[in-house]
């Protein structure tokens, strides 16, 4: 961390130069809003030479967008959007050139002219001390205003491209995380944790310090101390089927050789302004090689899965499921009935056959899995292992999914054959288990009076 501090310090003391060569260059001219001074500011970046005076205002401007209120933000976001667009008559030009002569050098050129000037600010933005820091939370500020405002999709795509190189696999460092890790640190792992909370420091304690538990994240030099997605994960004897059983205060630990199985019961990721850039294939594959280096004695290697689309997606089915949809919604319309084991022996068929049509049958827009969860693993190569009913009985899985829980399993041998199959046919590899339930009798419809309306 020395070298990376010295560096920042050498970067502040050449801003602050430029800074005094900025304001000794300055002349007073016509008021103008802190929008449009921020924007003139922008342009005034994009052609400067100096390094010392680029930084210093690189440095000016991300301060001053983090002062702007949220309808100068907005506004912002819009300049950047029509102002700082490719240069439409260098883009002709170079397509001229390219349609007379279609050589490499007029395609270099042609490229360089189509990029829009606002990556380039942006990459100067990114120079500045804690610039890209800066720059994460510019595009969270983006991303929360695209419903209102499509356009600047153009906008979030030039992000988007920047930031997949800036935090590619080869800048990201795994750092086991446990109950000696920095107090600050272990603050943000209990507030990022988007899966299961963490109610206080004795849970955070639960989960960290037993020999059998194991937290790793990814962080990037340029964030200090600030995680990007972490993992937990538990060392067991078996694939565990209930969350309860993972996060029980009073079960026992056991010694890590004892354990044959890690079991992967949360991913979280920390950073919303790097939302859609892919952490997590990279963070299972580590952690399972380190793991493996650990603790030799582990042969199996699954998650413990949510399903949070899952309550959604069935509200929405028709009398066309090949499960009874109306009755099973409205025994799950019924208070307590996971408590009630008559009413779960009824829910339990109905519910895993409507699972596995879920996870087998139903698609998004795109021809993949409706599940996001599901998307991940499948395109990570693990299997879908097993359906785990009132898997979580806690009242936020009883309302997104019904306290379904699935195990996906990383099979070592077969994780490339299953990624293949993923990618280039859609396939979900599932287990016989979980296939059977998606032709099982119990788990169709009771009512249908016609043969059409017995699928799907």
Not at 41 to 65: M, V
Request: with cysteine; hydrophobic share 40%; aromatic share 8%.
């Amino acid at each position: 961390m020395g070298t990376l501090s010295s560096f920042r310090d050498m970067l502040d003391a050449i801003a602050e130069r430029g800074r005094r060569l900025v304001a000794s260059s300055q002349r007073p001219g016509k008021k103008c809003t802190a929008m449009e001074a921020l924007a003139m500011r922008c342009e005034e970046l994009l052609s400067s030479k100096g390094e010392a005076s680029g930084l210093a205002l690189a440095q000016d401007i991300l301060t001053g967008w983090a002062a702007l209120n949220e309808d100068e933000q907005r506004a912002f976001m819009r300049t950047l959007l029509e102002r700082f667009g490719a240069d439409d008559a260098q883009l002709d030009k170079a397509i001229r050139a390219y349609e007379a002569q279609r050589s490499p050098e007029n395609l270099a050129l042609l490229h360089e002219a189509a990029e829009p000037r606002r990556q380039e600010l942006i990459r100067r933005l990114n120079a500045a001390p804690k610039g890209t820091a800066s720059l994460v939370h510019m595009r969270e500020a983006l991303l929360r205003r695209q419903a209102s405002m499509p356009e600047l999709a153009v906008v979030d795509a030039d992000f988007s491209h920047l930031f997949a190189s800036w935090f590619n696999r080869g800048f990201l460092q795994l750092q086991s995380i446990d109950w000696t890790t920095p107090a600050h640190i272990l603050e943000k792992i209990i507030h990022y944790e988007a899966v299961h909370a963490i109610g206080d420091w004795s849970e955070l304690r639960r989960r960290l310090a037993p020999a059998d538990r194991r937290c790793f994240a990814f962080f990037h030099p340029q964030l200090v101390d600030e995680p990007l997605i972490f993992v937990e994960v538990a060392l067991t004897r078996s694939m565990p089927e209930k969350i309860a059983t993972l996060l029980d205060e009073k079960r026992e630990a056991i010694a890590p050789g004892d354990a044959d199985t890690a079991v992967f019961y949360s991913i979280s990721n920390c950073q919303p302004g790097l939302r859609g850039i892919s952490f997590g294939n990279f963070l299972i594959k580590q952690v399972v090689e380190e793991l493996r280096r650990e603790e030799p004695g582990l042969r199996n290697f699954v998650t413990l899965s949510p399903v949070p689309g899952f309550a959604r997606w069935l509200n929405a089915a028709d009398k066309t499921a090949t499960w009874d949809a109306d009755l099973l919604k409205n025994l799950l319309a019924q208070p307590g009935w996971h408590q009630d084991d008559a009413a779960a022996a009824q829910v339990r068929p109905l519910l895993l056959g409507a699972a596995a049509h879920y996870f087998l049958d139903a698609r998004n827009g795109g021809g993949r899995p409706v599940d996001p969860v599901a998307r991940f693993h499948l395109g990570n190569g693990a299997r879908l292992e097993r359906l785990n009913f009132l898997g979580d009985v806690s009242a936020r899985a009883l309302r997104e999914s019904c306290s379904l829980m699935v195990n996906y399993l990383y099979k070592l041998d077969d994780i490339e054959r299953n990624h293949e199959a993923y990618a280039e046919r859609g396939e979900v590899v599932a287990s016989p288990e979980v296939r059977k339930w998606n032709t099982a009798p119990n788990s169709r419809k009771t009512t249908a009076k016609s043969p059409e309306k017995t699928h799907a």
